[in-house]
Each structure stands twice: as structure tokens, then as C-alpha cells.
């Protein structure tokens, strides 16, 4: 094979997605050297949303929360989660600056809400697309995985974020799929391991260590897996080029209008779930 045909096997290999095991060892190097270049803020970030949940669940339990008003507190550490998330998100982002809490707190100010409104749609768009025998619900979640990263990376907010995230994964479907599912499951493994001796080695000691372990695990698997999903994306982002103007595909507008719709009755509903747990605590029945 001539120069020019090497050339060639190059380039193609350059616009490739990285294989799974490229994607695991890409990801291992980008969350140690952030965690060497921002060590507390990495792991104030990762911890601080599974810690509140956990400390929430030992303050009030299931049984309580479902009958006490104190089990308004279990939505304390999901609030607490989504803006560990974005931190943590934007910690990534900007890994290779000195001075990255400024930046934080300039995002937070500026684009928390944002972020929270799409984090909304998104869910709201799968759970439409889940209410639509399930498989709409599975193909959104996959359409739409990088819109949080479509709008802190390229500022495109709502359904600009989807058609976005659309757009960079567009051509590169089967890759993400394989990609996310077989470095899940690797994140995963520690995990279950503990969960299957905690069960099988019912001794006191012995499960109280696994849990904590247990708890380590999933905050180390979580931070990775947010890592992987960063790199991906930046890699999704240096093969498609950055994203200025683009159209929305009539699937995207299809799935955005679904999940405004569900959206809407979603909070019409809570809202009169709540207006009746007020009526009743005013007006008890006799």
C-alpha cells in the first residue's frame, strides 16, 4: 500500500467512534487527570447528590415518607442531584482550567434554569415516547442522551437541544448503543457483586461493609459513566464540527410537542394532587 493509502486508513480511522474498550481507557485518563487537576470539586460533585439521598433515606424511612409530611424532605437530595449533575457536567467541561468554581457559579447563575427546563422536557418527551408502547420511549432516550451537553457546549436550549443532540449522534446510532451498553455494564459489575454478597453473606459485619462499599462503587460508576458520556460527546462533537444553524427534524418536533404535551398534564395533575392533600389537612374527614 502506496503513502496516499495509508493517508486514507488514517483519516477513516480518526473519524471513527472510539470501540468500547478505546471509550473505557479514554475515560480513565480524563477522570484521573481531573481528579488531579480538581480533586475536591470532583468529589464534592460526585458525592454530594447519592450522600443527601442516603443520609435522606436514613432520616426517613420509605414507610414513613409515604404517610408523613417530613417525606417532603426525599425531594431534598433529587434537587440536590440535578445540580451536582450540572456542576459536575460543567467541572468537565472546563477540566483544563485553573480557575474552573468561577465558571461554575457563572453557569449556575445563568444557565441552572435553562438546564432544569430541558432536563424536564427530556423526561418528559421519554416518558411520552414510554406511554407509546414502550419502543418510541427507548429510541428518544437514545436520540436525545447528549442534549444536556448540546446546551452547555453549544448553547442551543428546548427543542434546539434535541435536534442537536440528534443531529451529532445522527450516522453513529449502533456505536453510541454498543458503546454506552457494554461500558454500563462494566461500571455495573462492582456493584452487583456487592449486592450478591451482601445477600448471600448475611453476616452483620460483613453486609455493613459491603453496603459501603457498595456506596463507593456507585458514586465511583456514576462519575465514570458521566466522564465516558463527556468524552463521547466530545468526540461526537470534533467528528460533526460544532452546531450553528440547524433544522429540526419533523421526528424531533413530533417527540418535543409529545413531551410538552405529557408535561402539562403531568404538572396539572400533581398540582391537583396537591390542592387535595391541602383540602384534606383543612378539612379532615370526620
Not at 415518607?65 to 426525599?74: C, D, F, I, K, T
Not at 444553524?245 to 413530533?254: D, H, L, R
Request: proline fraction near 4%; glycine fraction near 6%.
Amino acid at each position: 500500500m502506496d503513502s496516499t493509502g495509508k493517508q486514507i486508513d488514517r483519516v477513516e480511522e480518526h473519524a471513527r467512534l472510539y470501540t468500547p474498550g478505546q471509550l473505557l481507557s479514554v475515560t480513565w485518563d480524563e477522570c484521573v487527570a481531573t481528579a488531579k487537576r480538581h480533586p475536591l470539586l470532583l468529589l464534592f460533585f460526585a458525592a454530594i447528590g447519592p450522600a443527601a439521598k442516603s443520609l435522606v433515606a436514613f432520616l426517613v424511612p420509605v414507610s414513613v415518607a409515604a404517610r408523613s409530611p417530613s417525606g417532603g424532605l426525599s425531594l431534598i437530595p433529587q434537587a440536590i442531584g440535578i445540580l451536582a449533575t450540572f456542576c459536575l457536567y460543567i467541572l468537565l467541561k472546563e477540566r483544563y482550567q485553573e480557575n474552573v468554581w468561577s465558571t461554575v457559579k457563572q453557569y449556575i447563575r445563568t444557565s441552572f434554569v435553562s438546564y432544569v427546563v430541558l432536563s424536564f422536557l427530556v423526561f418528559f418527551t421519554i416518558m411520552g415516547g414510554m406511554l407509546l408502547l414502550i419502543v418510541p420511549g427507548i429510541v428518544f432516550s437514545i436520540w436525545f442522551l447528549f442534549s444536556a451537553f448540546v446546551f452547555i457546549y453549544d448553547g442551543k436550549k428546548g427543542v434546539m437541544a434535541l435536534a442537536g443532540s440528534y443531529e451529532y449522534i445522527h450516522g453513529h446510532t449502533i456505536a453510541v448503543i454498543f458503546n454506552n451498553v457494554s461500558v454500563g455494564i462494566f461500571f455495573s459489575l462492582p456493584v452487583v457483586a456487592c449486592t450478591i454478597l451482601a445477600k448471600f453473606v448475611p453476616i452483620p459485619l460483613i453486609v455493613g461493609v459491603v453496603r459501603v462499599l457498595s456506596w463507593v462503587f456507585t458514586v465511583v460508576a456514576q462519575t465514570l459513566w458521566t466522564v465516558a458520556l463527556v468524552v463521547q460527546f466530545e468526540r461526537l462533537r470534533q467528528l460533526r464540527g460544532e452546531l450553528h444553524e440547524i433544522a429540526i427534524p419533523g421526528s424531533v418536533k413530533f417527540a418535543a410537542r409529545l413531551g410538552k404535551a405529557v408535561g402539562v398534564v403531568t404538572t396539572v395533575l400533581f398540582l391537583l394532587f396537591l390542592l387535595s392533600m391541602a383540602f384534606l389537612a383543612i378539612f379532615p374527614r370526620k
